[in-house]
């Protein structure tokens, strides 16, 4: 079953704009990673933060982390039409090293 | 470096028969993971391996099993293929459960399994 859920569930932007997407999990985590997948392909790895960590950057990225909360967001600025797929959280937890997947936000950037 | 590859592509079965699906891991990493991602299921977690041993099972039938092999890729058998099987099959491969580090999974192209 999933565990987590994603919003908004799809956002359309103008080219340029920044965009945020939400993850909310239910049980504690050792580390938080966030996807992009591109028209049902494969997943690429975006970033990874773990739970001792709050903040993290990666180019375009920045992503958050409240434990508190159990929630994460993922900022992209400075969006590009390239950036149009579906993006998707996912943790993982004690020694099983699955991840579970959020429910994902299609994200639409028009040119 | 070349990353996770998976084949085939796509395989089209009818129901009742068997499906062999084949990841090969991204080079040194011993761990590999199967996702499915069927429509409006979303992806769930199938299958972990980890240096020749099943490590954890999600929450499927024992239709769904596999294998890794000593050069560490691995293989997904799906047997009396139902119609519901019809999915995107992901495999992931990360270092393996004692590199001590917060593990990232980097992910294949997928396999389209389509039951007739």
């Known amino acids: 079953s999933q565990q987590g859920e994603e919003d908004p569930q799809a956002l359309s932007i103008q080219e340029g704009e920044n965009a945020t997407m939400n993850c909310s999990y239910k049980?504690?985590?050792?580390?938080l990673q966030w996807y992009r997948q591109n028209s049902g392909r494969g997943l690429v790895h975006l970033i990874l933060i773990r739970s001792n960590e709050r903040e993290k950057h990666s180019g375009r990225l920045r992503v958050t982390l409240d434990t508190s909360k159990k929630s994460s967001s993922l900022l992209i600025t400075a969006s590009r039409a390239a950036d149009t797929a579906s993006y998707f959280c996912?943790?993982?937890?004690?020694?099983?090293?699955?991840?579970?997947f959020g429910t994902g936000t299609l994200l639409a950037v028009q040119p | 470096e070349a990353g996770v590859t998976q084949s085939p592509t796509h395989l089209i079965k009818t129901r009742g028969q068997q499906a062999t699906l084949r990841c090969s891991p991204i080079s040194g990493h011993t761990s590999v993971y199967w996702y499915q991602q069927a429509l409006g299921l979303g992806l769930q977690f199938l299958l972990w391996?980890?240096?020749?041993?099943?490590?954890n099972r999600g929450n499927f039938p024992p239709r769904f099993s596999g294998r890794q092999f000593p050069n560490y890729s691995s293989e997904l058998n799906v047997n009396a293929l139902e119609l519901e099987d019809s999915a995107l099959y992901l495999c992931?491969?990360?270092?393996?459960?004692?590199?001590?580090?917060?593990?990232?999974?980097?992910f294949g192209p997928g396999t389209r399994l389509t039951v007739l």
């Open positions: 049980t504690s985590i050792n580390n």
């Open positions: 996912a943790t993982s937890g004690g020694a099983t090293n699955k991840l579970i």
């Open positions: 391996y980890d240096e020749g041993e099943e490590r």
């Open positions: 992931a491969s990360s270092l393996g459960r004692t590199s001590g580090v917060a593990d990232t999974q980097y």
